[in-house]
T-cell receptor, first 114, second 111 residues
Framework: DAGVIQSPRHEVTEMGQEVTLRCKPI?????LFWYRQTMMRGLELLIY????????DSGMPEDRFSAKMPNASFSTLKIQPSEPRDSAVYFCASSLGDSYQPQHFGDGTRLSIL | GQQLNQSPQSMFIQEGEDVSMNCTSSSIFNTWLWYKQDPGEGPVLLIALYKAGELTSNGRLTAQFGITRKDSFLNISASIPSDVGIYFC???????????FGTGTSLTVIP
C-alpha cells in the first residue's frame, strides 16, 4: 500500500518567492497533519485537518503560512513570501479516524530558502 | 507547548548490546508512541501504547507505558547496525488533540 506521498522532496528557492508543498495522505485516512522539523525546535505541529476541515492551526508560525485541503486525497502548505528562517524539513502525516490515532509520516520536503 | 524530555540525547553502542531510552512528561498522557527516523526519511511508527503499565513488543523492540502515565520506555535487544537512527517518543493527553514529540535519541551502533 502506498504511504503518505509528499512533493517535492527537495526545494531550493530565493527568499521572497512563493513555496508550495504538496501531500497525498494514505487512502482512507481522514486526518492530516503538517509538521516542521528543525535541529533547534524538533518536530512542531503546524496544522491539523479532520475530514478536510482545519481543526487546529495554532502552530502556523504567521500569516505567511497557509494550508488547504480541497479534498480527502490532497493538501498543500504554502509559504508566501518565503524567508531564510523557513528553511526546514516539512512533513505531512495522516491517520485513520481522529487525532488520537497513530500518525503515519511521509518522507518530507527539505526546504532551503536562500 | 508541551515538553517531552527524552534521554539520552545520543548513544554509541557496540553491536549486540541492549539499548534503553526513556521519555518523560510534566503531565499525564493517554497514549504514547515510539517512532524511528532514518536520515532523509520520515519517522516510522514502531510501537503504540494505550494503557498505563502496558508492555508491547515489536521484534527486538519493547516499549512500556509508565505506571504514572508521565513516562515511557523503549528497549532494543541485541542491537544491529540497521538500528542506527533517531528514535522519537510522542505523547498525547486529555487536553488538545495533538501528539507532542520528544527531542529524539540518536543511536549509533558500532559493528
Amino acid at each position: 500500500d502506498a504511504g503518505v506521498i509528499q512533493s517535492p522532496r527537495h526545494e531550493v528557492t530565493e527568499m521572497g518567492q512563493e513555496v508550495t508543498l504538496r501531500c497525498k495522505p494514505i487512502s482512507g485516512h481522514n486526518s492530516l497533519f503538517w509538521y516542521r522539523q528543525t535541529m533547534m525546535r524538533g518536530l512542531e505541529l503546524l496544522i491539523y485537518f479532520n475530514n478536510n476541515v482545519p481543526i487546529d492551526d495554532s502552530g502556523m508560525p504567521e500569516d505567511r503560512f497557509s494550508a488547504k485541503m480541497p479534498n480527502a486525497s490532497f493538501s498543500t502548505l504554502k509559504i508566501q513570501p518565503s524567508e531564510p528562517r523557513d528553511s526546514a524539513v516539512y512533513f505531512c502525516a495522516s491517520s485513520l479516524g481522529d487525532s488520537y490515532q497513530p500518525q503515519h509520516f511521509g518522507d518530507g520536503t527539505r526546504l532551503s530558502i536562500l | 507547548g508541551q515538553q517531552l524530555n527524552q534521554s539520552p540525547q545520543s548513544m554509541f553502542i557496540q553491536e549486540g548490546e541492549d539499548v534503553s531510552m526513556n521519555c518523560t512528561s510534566s503531565s499525564i498522557f493517554n497514549t504514547w508512541l515510539w517512532y524511528k527516523q532514518d536520515p532523509g526519511e520520515g519517522p516510522v511508527l514502531l510501537i503504540a501504547l494505550y494503557k498505563a503499565g502496558e508492555l508491547t513488543s515489536n521484534g527486538r523492540l519493547t516499549a512500556q507505558f509508565g505506571i504514572t502515565r508521565k513516562d515511557s520506555f523503549l528497549n532494543i535487544s541485541a542491537s544491529i547496525p540497521s538500528d542506527v537512527g533517531i528514535y522519537f517518543c510522542a505523547g498525547q493527553g486529555n487536553t488538545g488533540n495533538q501528539f507532542y514529540f520528544g527531542t529524539g535519541t540518536s543511536l549509533t551502533v558500532i559493528p
